[in-house]
């Protein structure tokens, strides 16, 4: 019994990203921890038979038995720990590869074992039932994942160099003219095509005050 | 109990540090653990034994005074001195020094804690003992800062925000794992921020591999043969 040697490569493989599920050394861990539910089991039922009575009248477990008994209990929440975090970091994984298609040309897809495969088709299933009840004339939203919300939130903006010449209505209806080293207070929406130019810089307030 | 690092394998892989402790009175079934032992002589570690186990084997014991810790000969003075000298590869000592630092800077407060209530309690008084221990905590604790905060903080953010497109992989396999996830979230945030400059966020996303469909609600919304509008 080698305790918590099974769970540590379990972790060990996650971070080798993209591997395979690994059934055998997730047996292994499962009867690693199995074997150590016995051991407690075991452990309790003798220093039950040989408690000793404490001064007060109630028994008492010996002492001697005590440090194996909680390392046992340890490694039982040491397994059970590896376990869960190596099956929920491959969902994980599994989510957020199916929720981004699009891969770099490096980025190797995780490989499934069978109960993940099952996994993918039912949150398939959930997504399609969701997005047809969300949108009715849509049913992935997965086109749609990447891109943002609509953020007609005003921010504050100073002027670096003029985009447009002369007074210009935006799309949300407010009317600006532009001067160089003016400061502006306008929605997001509307600008940020001219901050990603540098035409218009982004303030967070305590520039206001130079 | 689900904590909020439950799930960090990086956490939990740092809990496998050796932590060297000296059992305070027999222990049945353990035998196995002293380093020493020839198999089958005994089937108790005596009282005394010095041996080593993780993190999270040792944590429960030190909660109640079954063993004496000590911090691991990587964590230790002479090591935190060239640590903080500049003069030692970090990574080579421990993948997650930080984070296992850190852990060991825990244990020993937690142990010094408990220890210390339960012999003011019964009048021992090996308190020297408890104040070296928390002595040598609070100077971990110090160098992990300095050590974390200092020269390598400024030229991980450095590489990470200047370093798009550019192969770092010398400069990031001298990083422990902390450092690193900081590096990715930096190169991240700055890749981003290139495309951004260059796309906006009004790119369209290409259909690749599922198949987006349109269900025409009225003969308006059809359009044929255009599967990259987008529906606002």
């Known amino acids: ?210 | 109990m689900l904590t909020k690092n439950y799930f960090d394998v990086d956490a939990i892989l740092a809990e496998e540090e050796l932590v060297p402790c000296q059992s305070n009175f027999d222990f049945s079934y353990l035998s196995h653990l002293d380093p020493d032992e020839r198999p089958g002589k005994r089937h108790y570690l005596p009282e005394g034994t010095k041996f080593k186990v993780p993190v999270w084997a040792v944590e429960k014991w030190a909660t109640l005074g079954f063993v004496k810790l000590s911090l691991p000969r990587h964590f230790g003075r002479k090591a935190r001195e060239r640590i903080e000298a500049g003069e030692a590869d970090i990574r080579k000592r421990n993948e997650r020094f930080f984070i296992a630092g850190k852990r060991l800077g825990e244990l020993l407060d937690t142990y010094t804690a408990h220890v210390e209530k339960a012999w003011r309690r019964s009048g021992d008084s090996d308190l020297r003992l408890l104040e070296l221990i928390k002595r040598e905590s609070a100077q971990l604790r110090r160098t992990l800062l300095s050590a974390y905060t200092g020269q390598r903080l400024s030229q991980t953010l450095n590489w990470a925000l200047s370093s798009v497109g550019d192969d770092v992989t010398e400069y990031t396999k001298g990083l422990t794992e902390l450092e690193r996830r900081l590096f990715l979230s930096g190169a991240t945030a700055a890749s981003s921020h290139e495309a951004w400059k260059v796309y906006g966020n009004g790119r369209l996303l290409p259909v690749t591999e599922h198949k987006r469909t349109i269900r025409s609600v009225t003969p308006d919304l059809q359009v044929p043969g255009n599967k990259r509008q987008r529906i606002s």
């Not at chain 1, 099956?87 to 590869?97: A, S």
């Not at chain 1, 074992?113 to 939203?141: C, I, K, S, W």
């Open chain 1, 1 to 210: 019994m080698d305790f918590g040697r099974y769970g540590r490569e379990l972790l060990l493989e996650l971070k080798r990203s993209n591997a395979a599920y690994n059934d055998t050394l997730v047996s292994s861990c499962l009867q690693d921890l199995n074997l150590h539910v016995r051991a407690l089991g075991d452990q309790v039922a003798a220093a039950s038979r040989d408690q000793e009575a404490s001064t007060d009248g109630k028994p008492k477990l010996s002492m001697s038995v005590r440090p194996s008994i909680l390392l046992q209990e340890a490694a039982i929440h040491r397994n059970k720990r590896c376990l869960l975090t190596y099956h929920w970091v491959r969902l994980q994984r599994i989510q957020k590869q199916y929720w981004s298609p699009r891969q770099e040309d490096n980025e190797e897809q995780q490989q499934l074992g069978p109960a993940e495969e099952e996994f993918l088709q039912a949150y398939q299933q959930l997504h399609q039932r969701y997005a047809q009840n969300t949108l009715p004339f849509v049913d992935d939203l997965r086109a749609h994942a990447g891109l943002p919300p609509l953020n007609t939130e005003r921010v504050l903006l100073r002027v670096v160099t003029v985009p447009t010449e002369g007074p210009v209505v935006l799309a949300s209806g407010v009317s600006v003219e532009f001067r160089v080293g003016a400061t502006h207070f306008l929605p997001w929406n509307d600008v940020e095509e001219w901050v990603r130019k540098g035409h218009l810089r982004l303030l967070t307030g305590e520039e206001h005050n130079e």
